[in-house]
């Protein structure tokens, strides 16, 4: 079992910044690939980004590459977002998840075995 608590979120000014972060417990935080999520109301959740356990690789969605960076620190078992220039088509519930056995960056939801609760950005216009 692997819990995952965000926290980070709120709201912010159009070209405002924001970083969020994943805590992890239960299982060895560098043995699995980590993604964050996001899910507007009436939209289905997507990717946003990932990294991998080493944190040596990453992937990002179109919409975020350039603005957002995901990073994380294997020593306090977090996984971080940071968002820049932010827009208001990124408010949105944006939720950490964990990849227990992947062989490769997924950004498929259903590759994703443990999921946060999830915490909401909201950029004001």
């Known amino acids: 079992q692997v819990q995952l608590v965000e926290s980070g979120g709120g709201l912010v000014q159009a070209g405002g910044s924001l970083r969020l972060s994943c805590a992890a417990s239960g299982r060895t935080f560098s043995n699995y690939h980590m993604g964050w999520f996001r899910q507007a109301p009436g939209k289905e959740r997507e990717f946003v980004a990932a990294v991998t356990w080493s944190g040596s690789t990453t992937a990002y969605a179109d919409s975020v590459l350039g603005r957002f960076t995901i990073s994380r620190d294997n020593a306090k078992n977090t996984v971080y977002l940071q968002m820049n220039s932010l827009k208001p088509e990124d408010t949105a519930v944006y939720y950490c998840?964990?990849?227990?056995?992947?062989?490769?960056?997924?950004?498929?939801?259903?590759?994703?075995?443990?999921w946060g609760q999830g915490t909401q950005v909201t950029v004001s216009s």
């Open positions: 998840a964990a990849d227990m056995d992947g062989d490769y960056l997924s950004s498929r939801k259903y590759d994703y075995h443990y």
